[in-house]
């Protein structure tokens, strides 16, 4: 709870926190933006990111129209599994999303409310999240996405159509961890291209993103994206006792590498190179 409470916080709300707290940084926020496609006007939804990234990756390697065709289909089958079991597992879970945990951490609060002598100082009734961004449409707040919290959907997306790729260009299936498909390679967000604006109508800086360890690079912050954005937990996109050593659960991470790794392993496979 503390980790989404102090990195996922509204910005006008940053000063209730403690002063010796860590706080969010300006990076944090824009990998926050970066990945949010939270259905907002003239972006859409995460998956066209993830294709335009892929894309990119494929288009390094000198893939031919065959190698494009055999590679989206893969990618674009393993987010429709993602999208299912995910969905599937978050109504399963039935977890709350952090603006309602943390404005009713006490047993006082809620619809199931209940006196008690004793108020529990994790309850915070003011906080906020940064929120999903609204992107391009002004006066409307940045918001929590109305479905469950575990897992995460974008975590588990992400992962499969990331993972899968990674697969498609050797990438064993136990390598949970930097590779180098993205050397060289920059990439534009929508979200931050300098045109889309903010729900306060004002033009977001264009930024453009590296990812020195390569596609994992960009599964793990595809993931932490929506605690930085206050809309999800850590443990909706993974439970790690060490890097790249990942529970085999449905958390977000997890859950799309499996379905990344099954689809590739039954038969979708590249074609040998001439």
Known sequence: MNAVRRLGIKPELAGMLPHDDVRRT??????????????????????????????????????????????????????????????????AHDLWRPVVSIREHDESMGPMAQHDLAFDAQCDPDWLPLGAPKSNETGVKSFTPNFLAYPSGHATFGAAAFQITRRFYGIPKEANGPDHLCNKLHFTSEELNG???????????????????????????????????????????????????????????PLGLNIANNIFDSGLKPSPPH
């Open 26 to 91: 300006g990076e944090q926020t824009l990998i926050g933006l970066f990945w949010g496609y939270d259905g907002a006007k003239n972006l859409g939804t995460p998956p066209r990111l993830y294709n335009r990234i892929v894309r990119k990756v494929a288009v390094s390697k000198g893939a031919n129209t065959a190698d494009l065709a055999r590679l989206f289909a893969v990618v674009n089958a393993a987010m429709a599994d993602a999208g299912t079991l995910a969905w599937k597992e978050k109504y």
């Open 195 to 253: 045109v889309t604006t903010d729900n306060n109508g004002t033009a977001r800086p264009n930024h453009e993103r590296t990812f020195a360890g390569g596609l994992w690079q960009a599964i793990e912050e595809n993931g932490r994206s929506r605690v930085y954005l206050g809309v999800h937990w850590v443990f909706d996109t993974f439970m790690a006792s060490d890097a790249g050593k990942y529970e085999m659960n449905v958390d977000g991470v």
